[in-house]
């Protein structure tokens, strides 16, 4: 991609009412464009950025047996009033047709997906079933705030098991947790796992998975020694307590909540009268999970703990491009722009995505800027001085250092680094 094509460009100075470093850096850099407290437009670079997240959520979903569906966003209040939830919800988006019916924008969806599973499941032989979704979610938060990180309009995974039995949920609630580890991993964060309150969900257990950094919402209770981690909301332990698991010392943390997952049991199960006949021939309830992880707050995460003074750093797995090609062409404009043009061509066809600076009326110092708001993993820059020594500047965005590498060995070497 060119940049000079691209749709979306950086943008000198930040949004004045900018809270946070990821509501400045991903408009400034590009990546969004808000259009009200609390609403953005996707850009190109954002939604590239946006699909490797939920691409990497798809994969571990499946790869668990998830099955993906689509669920409608506009829910009739029938369904919720049956849960009890109409007037419970305070962050619950109400809307009244011409003729006068009452619906919800769903901010989540067990009262949609269980009457769906109940129209479906019949015998114990249907069961276990997971099914998921990458959908938009609404929220009449009454102070949007925090960039993508608390939004009224967002994306979100929620994934659903239904099961015979408690056991056969308590055997695959802890796969889901190794699922979502996968995911934070390969997406380059480090997060805990607390255990916190289940809200208006549930009253049974529940995890939360937190990216830490200063810009969460959240306290968390962690130990210094060992695993142990509460939402300081349920935690039984204060600060200058002792670990209850191994004596520690513990520490308070801001996180911001990526993830969770619930043991809904039957409560939805009843409301709906989702039940199945087993082998003897008896009607059971269906025993319920759920596991929901915010995709774009994600992309939030993932700024709020991959920002400098420059600009943002993102992981290469998630990264809007794997390299960021600058031509200087000075002089000898057409040579620097031949050989920028090849060495793209030599990259994509190796599978490397490339966006290339190509600008030709923009200084040095003004394209460096760029590529370190942007955040790009790989900067290779080619210029007449690079060319007289058959090289292409490398410098990674983590690091200060520059160095030369053979224009010929560049290609390789980039697939080789991007593999590591």
């Known amino acids: 991609m060119r940049y000079s094509h691209l749709f979306g460009k950086t943008r000198k100075t930040a949004p004045h009412d900018a809270d946070s470093a990821n509501a400045r850096l991903l408009v400034q850099g590009g990546f969004v464009d808000q259009t009200m407290a609390g609403v953005y437009s996707w850009l190109p670079l954002g939604l590239r950025v946006l699909r490797k997240v939920e691409n990497i959520v798809r994969e571990e979903m499946n790869a668990i047996g998830g099955q993906e569906l689509l669920l409608p966003a506009l829910q009739p209040k029938e369904n919720w009033q049956k849960t009890g939830r109409w007037d419970k919800v305070d962050v619950l988006f109400k809307l009244k047709s011409q003729t006068g019916k009452e619906y919800a924008l769903g901010p989540t969806h067990e009262e949609i997906i269980t009457p769906l599973v109940g129209a479906f499941v019949q015998s114990y032989k249907d069961l276990p079933v997971a099914l998921f979704q990458i959908q938009t979610k609404f929220r009449d938060e009454l102070r949007a705030k925090s960039g993508v990180l608390r939004g009224r309009e967002f994306g979100m995974k929620d994934l659903y098991s239904f099961h015979r039995n408690v056991e056969e949920l308590n055997a695959y609630y802890p796969t889901v947790m190794r699922a979502y580890n996968e995911i934070f991993t390969r997406c ?51 600060i200058k307590d002792p670990c209850p698991q191994c004596g520690g010392k513990l520490l308070g943390l801001k996180g911001i909540e990526a993830g969770n997952i619930f043991d809904l049991g039957t409560f939805f199960s009843d409301a709906f009268d989702l039940a199945f006949t087993d082998a003897e021939g008896a009607r059971r309830r269906v025993v319920m999970g759920c596991y929901g992880l915010g995709t774009t707050r994600l992309v939030g995460a993932l700024v709020e703990a991959n920002y400098d003074e420059r600009g943002i750093r993102w992981p290469k797995s998630v990264a809007p491009y794997d390299a960021h090609l600058v031509s200087l062409a000075g002089k000898k404009g057409t040579a620097v722009a ?49 060319l007289a020594k058959e090289s292409v500047e490398w410098k990674q965005r983590t690091a200060d250092e520059t160095h030369l590498e053979p224009l010929t060995a560049v290609a390789e070497k980039t697939v080789s680094w991007l593999n590591r």
């Open 338 to 386: 031949d050989a920028a043009e090849q060495l793209t061509r030599e990259l994509e066809a190796r599978g490397v995505e490339v966006l290339w600076d190509d600008r030709p009326e923009v200084s040095a110092g003004e394209k460096f800027a760029d590529a370190d708001l942007i955040g790009i993993p790989l900067r290779l820059v080619i210029s007449e001085k690079t």
């Open 188 to 238: 380059g964060l480090d997060i805990r796992v607390t255990e916190a309150s289940g809200g208006t969900f549930t009253k049974k257990r529940s995890h939360e998975f937190h990216v830490l950094t200063e810009a969460g919402e959240d306290r968390l209770v962690l130990c210094s020694s060992c695993s142990f981690a509460e939402n300081e909301e349920i935690a039984k332990v204060a």
